[in-house]
């Protein structure tokens, strides 16, 4: 804790401030209903919610609001196939204006993950009719790669600079070459420096971005037979299971290490120099080996001071929502260290 005191009072000496605080809000981790009065509203700008919440948590709305946060909507996808079709975009169009309207949100948060380069121009298209819709006062958002460069066949960012406030670019989800997986970090520090330069370099500069970081990671089983210690000669049984099976929240990530921690001996929790980020191994009951790279409240402050140090817009993170735990007293104490370090935003 006292790290954290070190490191959250650095980066107020620095002076090096975000101007906005964005958490999403979404299913993913099985949050128990309410968990997002856990965070600390006092840094939160913006949250998006995914529509599936918004439905069930109506009341995030008005308890938001009533801390000075922007509420928008997140996660309502429209059927790719129809990316190309101009009256199918205008009904996603209405359906996406009269959701924000019924629930008298700030805004919408676009996640279009993978685009196919044959509807590079048509997904340019939806965002500006998107952003003609809902109106110069809606915040208008859209999730997209941390290495955008590797992606303009897919997406033109300095068209889709033109009508969005603000992109998000998701610095996570960067373990290699799935799906020849082998374990590693899902969040590399230096992936910050690239990220901002490449989207600089397209012409979208970093007042711009809002930069996303996991509050997640992943959990890999080495192929069968590998043995503990055995570090990076660690590689999944192919073909691998789907990644998002392997996803596991920062509260799982903590319940996992809590149980099973002790199951190879002389394991601890190791920091990878490297990336910047924590990763330990354990035996599962069936005896496999796993290795567990994740982001904790140390390596997401590296992350959050230099978003800062690079003149970010904001942070976002993915989600506000992953301390799930069978027992809410570590719930609460988990969620608490994770915000101990998020940057207290600069509000105009
Ligand atoms: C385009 O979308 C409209 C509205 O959803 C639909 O009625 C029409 O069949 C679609 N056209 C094609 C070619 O898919
Ligand atoms: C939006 O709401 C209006 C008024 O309730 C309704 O007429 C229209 O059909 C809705 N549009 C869509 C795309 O849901
Ligand atoms: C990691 O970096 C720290 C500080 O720079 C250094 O003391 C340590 O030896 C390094 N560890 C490895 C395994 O490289
Ligand atoms: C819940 O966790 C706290 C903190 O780790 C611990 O003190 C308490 O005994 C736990 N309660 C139960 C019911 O496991």
New binding site residues.
Partial sequence: MLLLGLLAGLLGVCGAQVAEVFVFHSNNYNEAAGDYKLWDWSKVTTVAVWKDRLLEEPDIVPFARARGAKVVLGGFGMNAEHFSNASARA?YV??V??LTSAFRLDGFNVDIEGNAPEHRDAVTALTCDLKAALGPASMLTFDLGAAPKSEIDRYDFAGLGVCLDYIVPMIYDMVGGWPELSPGPNSPLGAVRTCVEEYSELGIPPSRLILGFPWYGYDFPCAAGTPAGSGGACVMAQPPPPFLQLEAGYGTVLDTWERRGASVAGAGVSWDNTSSTPWFEYAATDGSIHQCWYDDPRSLALKYAAAAEHSARGVAFWTGDSFHRANGTKSAGAARDMWAVVPTPARP
């Fill in positions: 009904a209405g359906a204006v009269n």
